[in-house]
């Protein structure tokens, strides 16, 4: 049914509108095409004259008033004047909910009048009310959406937070990590940059050294750096291999002018980028695993340091390695495809995640990159210097 499609579609546009005390009506055409009598007489007299007496069954007033109205002017007909109706309006999303009652139209999934409270604690909150951040908001779990309410009244209170972090927000009976995996959400809903007004943690990363020479001397093995420490690390590399697991860092055999450093995620390792004696490095090179988050942050990487490469990042490395293929997680809830589009990826790359990331079946859409330590160690090591 028409109306019933459009309340599905729009029902959060009308809730926005009527908070802002604006109208919102719906319109459905009944019998699309049919402008005259000759039309009816021509294709339709078979179903003519019962489809209007099922209208009139319903009873539904033909003017317009408080509530859903069915427009039906006159037409002719055999020579005959008699109501047609053409059109079904409905001056609000209650009354186009009320129509559905009576026409059948099934429900609409979503808890109206809920959805019209959240919309009037966004409103009130001075949030940003727009039918995308509406349905945001209701489709968070509750507790999610109480948390929400005390982030944006503690945010209204305080337009300068610039000497907290993230975690260290004093919204009361917050979790420390809601924040960071609720951000965009804020930040649509406020209109502010919480992560550029926020305290920033200094970039830190943990790092070994795999140098044969360096390790020789008796040296330390694994070393710690944060931006604006006074020490240097204990060379200045040829190569910088970034990796996401700890056993690769702390387990990688040696390799001349190398060190390796464990990124930490997507967001941690763009912050790497930023490392002066990364970016002094001859080349620096990523290897995380074959899989949907492996390739973001390669692709976050590349973008905050060009000329990042990779190893054992391309297809033909994941069809020589597909033995070692997962479809499901470490629970064994199966992995899902990813819709994210990544630009920074060589064509190569591309091709890899195209096989692990798609919509539909896949052989496999994981490969841990600890089960290649040998075959990275040869790939580093084959590469130009």
Request: one cysteine or more; glycine letters at 8%.
């Amino acid at each position: 049914m028409k109306l019933a499609g459009q309340v599905k579609s729009k029902w959060a546009a009308a809730v926005c509108a009527e908070t802002r005390g604006e109208e919102y009506p719906f319109q459905v055409s009944l019998r699309p095409n049919v402008t005259s009598g000759a039309i009816v007489e021509r294709d339709l007299m078979d179903s003519w004259g019962e489809w209007r007496s099922e209208w009139r069954r319903l009873g539904m007033p033909t003017e317009a008033g408080a509530g859903a109205w069915v427009n039906s002017p006159e037409i002719s007909v055999r020579r005959q004047r008699v109501a047609a109706p053409m059109s079904l309006h409905a001056p609000d999303l209650a009354s186009a909910e009320a129509a559905l009652a009576v026409l059948g139209g099934g429900p609409v999934m979503v808890d109206i009048e809920a959805a019209k409270e959240i919309a009037r604690r966004m409103h009130a909150a001075g949030a940003l009310l727009t039918p995308g951040t509406l349905k945001k908001v209701v489709g968070l779990p509750e507790t999610d959406r109480e948390a929400l309410w005390r982030v944006l009244g503690f945010l209204a209170e305080h337009p300068d937070v610039s000497h907290w972090s993230a975690r260290q927000l004093p919204v009361p009976h917050l979790h420390t990590k809601w924040l960071d995996t609720n951000m965009s959400l804020v930040n649509g809903l406020t209109g502010r940059d919480l992560a550029g007004e926020l305290r920033k943690r200094p970039t830190a990363v943990h790092l070994t050294y795999v140098d044969p020479t360096y390790r020789a001397k008796g040296g330390r093995r694994h070393d710690a750096w944060t931006a604006g420490d006074d020490h240097d690390i204990a060379y200045q590399p040829q190569t910088v291999l970034v990796v996401e697991n700890r056993d690769c860092r702390v387990f990688f055999p040696e390799l001349a002018g190398t060190v390796v450093v464990e990124g930490g995620g997507a967001a941690a390792t763009a912050l790497v980028a930023e490392i002066p004696w990364v970016r002094d490095a001859q080349r620096v090179v990523y290897w995380g695993d074959m899989d949907a988050d492996g390739y973001a942050i390669l692709d976050r990487f590349r973008a905050a340091l060009p000329e990042v490469s990779s190893i054992l990042m391309d297809a033909v490395a994941m069809n020589r390695h597909a033995e070692h293929g997962v479809l499901d997680d470490k629970d064994g809830k199966p992995l899902k495809p990813s819709e994210r589009k990544l630009r920074e990826l060589t064509e190569d790359e591309r091709a890899a995640y195209d096989m692990i990331a798609t919509a539909g079946p896949a052989t496999f859409r994981r490969i841990e990159q600890e089960k290649l330590l040998d075959e990275a160690m040869a790939a580093l090591s084959s590469l130009p210097r």
